[in-house]
Each structure stands twice: as C-alpha cells, then as structure tokens.
C-alpha cells in the first residue's frame, strides 16, 4: 500500500473552541504557563500562543525533564532564549515549589498594583497552555497538591477550561491545542510519537515506518544497543523498514505469520512512547 499521501493531522472541534475561548477570555488573564514536552520540546510548541496578550508575562514549563536527553538542553534554551525556562519533573515537590517561586516573580507587578488600589490581596488568574498530553492537568494537580483534574496518557482527555485556584492563584486548565494543519509533517511525527496526537485512524504500518524514519535520524545507535537491528544513518526507505520490522518480528519472539508484522509496529511504538533519554529535536 502507499503512503505517500498520507498526512498525520488532528484538529477536533473542541481544539477550536478551547482556543477561541482563550482568545476571548486572554484579557483576564495575568500570566501565561506555557506547558511543553522535553522530548521535543520545539516541534510541541505551538507559535498560535504568541499572537494571545503578547505583552503578559509568560513561564515556560519543559515537562518529562526526567525523559529527556540531557545533551539536548543548550539547544532548546537557545530555541527559547528569551523565555523564562523552567525544566520540570512533575513527580517531584522540589518542582512545585520552583514554579511557585518563577509565578510569585511574575505576579509582583500585578500584585503590588492591586496594593496601591487599595486591595488587601490579588487574584492572580494563570492560564495553562499546551498541546495535547504534554503535562497541563499534572502540573496544576502537582501545584494544588489535589488530583483536581482528571489525567491519562494518550490526548484529549481534558475538553474545556476549568479552574482550580492555589492560595491566591487561579489556574485554568485548557484543552491541548495543536495547529489546525500541520504543514510540517516530521514535526507532526514527532507529536504522535509522544501521544499528542489521536493516531488511532491512521495505518499501524505508516505510523511504526514513519516513526522509524524519524527515531533513526536522531538515535540510530540507540536502536541498535536497545532492540540489536543495525540500521544505515540515513533515511529508511519501505524496503529497508520491512527488513527492520521483519528482524524484530522474529527478535522479539512473536508468533504467528511473519507477514502480519503487526505485533512488531505496535511493540516498536509502545517503544517510543516509553523511551527516556530522548529528544526529537
């Protein structure tokens, strides 16, 4: 079968209404988290956030800093030069605190304003944005010390904003929003890989071979000392990748006709969606 018209986009109708709601609703807004992925932490931000209250102070959050490839760090702070960086491993209080600490900075403008008005505290309103399962729900849980949001790892679990609020902050959690075309398919690759995107509609053999393509780019040694398939550092044609699946079918042990090579697409992307010490970008 060919793939070559094959496109990895998602764009559900409640992707439109989050992001038009934050657009009407931005001028509320004090301070801006934007929540990314480490494990490909440019190809998962999505540039429709500038254009909202370009001027209000923003935070970046780099979640799964524990996943990530550490030797990546220089080049995404290089990305994001201009930002306030936080790297984030949202199993840890050390992080909560730290956030707190970047928020309670960005707040102190607004904070002492409300002061000299003649208000005895602020309500400091914080939208949360991100694409889909990048750690939106588990950072405002981890602040409120509460499992106040319901949370998975595969996207679209949250479908409208809500608020829980942390001593005088307000945090809104919003649905995870992707471009509405990706015209930038490897980047869009990348976003299935670490389940942001819903893949279940696409091919199995296109998604394992395209994310083969993408993952041997970056880390073709990897692959090897992880699953023992030697690949050439190049792209990987349909050719080559059937020879890789075919390989893993039979290393892995799988049963059953080795022409269904199902079991070893699902595997390899169960694979990628585990892996630690990686970033696609």
């Known amino acids: 079968m060919n793939y ?73 702070q290089s990305r994001f030069k201009n930002e306030i960086l936080v790297w984030a491993n949202l199993k840890q209080n050390s992080t909560r605190k730290l956030i707190l600490k970047n928020i309670k900075k960005l707040s102190a403008k607004k904070e002492q304003q409300d002061k000299d008005k003649g208000f005895m505290s602020s309500k400091i309103k914080i ?39 942390v001593d005088n902050y307000y945090f809104m959690d919003t649905p995870g929003i992707l471009l509405p075309k990706l015209e930038d398919q490897e980047a869009a690759t990348k976003l299935a890989m670490i389940g942001s995107i819903d893949t279940k509609s696409l091919p199995l053999r296109f998604l394992a071979n395209s994310y083969l393509n993408i993952f041997n780019k970056y880390y073709n040694e990897k692959i090897f000392n992880d699953l023992k398939i030697q690949l050439p550092n190049e792209e990987i044609n349909e050719y ?42």
């Open 127 to 165: 939208f949360v944005l991100g694409v889909p399962n990048a750690g939106k729900s588990t950072l405002i849980n981890l602040l409120s010390q509460k499992k106040s949001l319901k949370v998975a790892n595969y996207p679209g679990v949250t479908r409208g904003k809500q608020w829980v609020n």
């Open 4 to 76: 070559s018209k094959t496109l990895i986009n998602w764009y559900p109708g409640h992707m439109a209404k989050g992001m038009r709601e934050i657009k009407e609703n931005s001028s509320l807004c004090d301070i801006f988290i934007i929540v990314l992925d480490a494990r490909c932490p440019i190809s998962s931000y999505n540039e429709d956030f500038d254009s909202i209250e370009p001027n209000k102070p923003r935070l970046f959050v780099i979640t799964k800093s524990d996943m990530m490839d550490q030797t990546k760090k220089n080049l995404i």
């Open 240 to 281: 080559m990748a059937h020879n890789f699946f075919a390989q893993l079918f039979k290393l892995q042990g799988f049963k059953g006709d080795i022409n269904n090579l199902n079991q070893a697409y699902t595997f390899f992307i169960n694979y990628i969606r585990e892996a630690s010490n990686i970033t696609l970008d």
